[in-house]
């Protein structure tokens, strides 16, 4: 059977027969580099100038928290079971990123659903919890701003959102102002250098009626989101936010659970519109499954026309591309899949999905196990 398109049209099963491998065996020794592909519960791709992607996987050997780290661009993992990390296993970890200067500090972040975040200044080797005001367990968020500035300095940092939302410069925490009564608050650097600028995303309830919306806010360098308001939708919650990775970063992404799924903006975040084409096709494939579907943020490719999203059903999983800035979708069947994968992409245009580490130096066509 076929699948149908946003415009009427079939795509054929193309299942994939990549199989999924797992680390096993005896870990390298942090010092020793493994070419053979690490699973990945987290991922995350921090790109460094005239270097290959920083890759960083967080995985689990038995209950054992293992963190695999690549600075080839994917192509070998070193791997190493840390100290100082809570006895929770990895299946309690919900985020994992690298410091936007990791070259120069090594250090990694990971946030516990239960006990907050941790930090890791020697490339993942120990770790020790990161407490300031407000406490760390309530972050529910975190992305990096490699271009932020404080008091016209440039101070890479951490954004933490939450209940008290923030950012993290030299681990110093700053409340960010003009975000009252929201939740699920997502950071998102749209561009680089001097056309950079910070969104932040929010769930807000409405008193007035049984619903809610999500705003986008402009940010400026003290971090006052106060000088943009776009209301996104109703009955929606927040999954998470993409932009192009280009310096000038005018296509964004946010993708929510809601009956618009995703909303994009060509022009860095000051207007949106719904993805009415993407909406059509899940709500024609939830129906020919008899099941909700699930949906990944989208992976956006240099250019920010062709991007990538992985959705997941009960019986079947798919790739779906969009070439023309989500005016036409195509899925595209798949059994390199079995759970929602974290999509990442950099501006090479390789994108890289977690689950069992996988790699595609071809726009999502064809997928490897380790870079080229």
């Excluded at 440039?154 to 939450?162: E, W």
């Excluded at 929201?182 to 250098?193: I, K, S, T």
């Excluded at 939708?233 to 995703?262: C, D, F, Q, W």
Aim: aromatic content about 6%; some cysteine; hydrophobic content about 40%.
């Amino acid at each position: 059977m076929g699948v149908p398109t946003a415009k009427g049209g079939v795509v054929k099963h193309m299942h994939t027969t990549l199989t999924m491998l797992l680390l096993v065996g005896a870990l390298s020794s942090p010092s020793s580099a493994a070419t053979a592909p690490v699973a990945c519960k987290m991922l995350d791709v921090l790109e460094i100038p005239a270097r290959r992607p920083v890759v960083l996987c967080v995985s689990k050997r038995d209950e054992t928290v293992i963190i695999a780290l690549s600075t080839d661009g994917g192509r070998a993992f070193s791997s190493r079971s840390p100290l100082g990390l809570p006895p929770e296993g990895v299946d309690y970890i919900a985020d994992a990123l690298l410091s936007p200067t990791y070259s120069t500090d090594r250090a990694i972040y990971l946030r516990y659903r239960q006990t907050g975040l941790w930090k890791s200044t020697d490339g993942g080797a120990n770790f020790a919890p990161i407490d300031f005001q407000g406490g760390a367990g309530g972050v529910e968020l975190m992305s990096r701003l490699p271009d932020f500035k404080l008091a016209g300095q440039a101070s890479p940092s951490i954004a933490l959102g939450s209940s008290q939302p923030a950012v993290l410069v030299s681990d110093r925490h700053i409340p960010v102002a003009g975000s009252e009564n929201q939740e699920d608050r997502l950071f998102l650097q749209a561009g680089r250098g001097p056309s950079s600028r910070v969104l932040l995303a929010s769930w807000q309830p409405l008193l007035t009626e049984p619903a809610a919306q999500i705003v986008v806010s402009a940010c400026d360098a003290l971090l006052s989101c106060t000088t943009q308001r776009v209301t996104l939708t109703k009955n929606a919650r927040l999954i998470g936010m993409a932009a192009e990775p280009s310096a000038a970063g005018n296509t964004v992404v946010v993708a929510t659970h809601g009956p618009s799924y995703v909303w994009s903006s060509r022009d860095g975040g000051r207007t949106f519109s719904p993805q009415a084409a993407l909406g059509k096709l899940l709500r024609d494939i939830e129906v020919r499954n008899r099941a909700s579907t699930k949906i990944s943020v989208p992976a956006i490719l240099p250019g920010g026309r062709h991007w990538i999203i992985a959705l997941t059903t009960a019986s079947e999983n798919f790739f779906l591309h969009t070439y023309d800035a989500g005016a036409h979708w195509r899925a595209v069947p798949t059994a390199f899949i079995n759970s929602l994968p974290v999509l990442r992409s950099d501006s090479r245009g390789f994108v890289y999905a977690s689950g069992g580490f996988q790699c595609s130096s071809d726009a999502g066509r064809t997928w490897r196990l380790r870079c080229p």
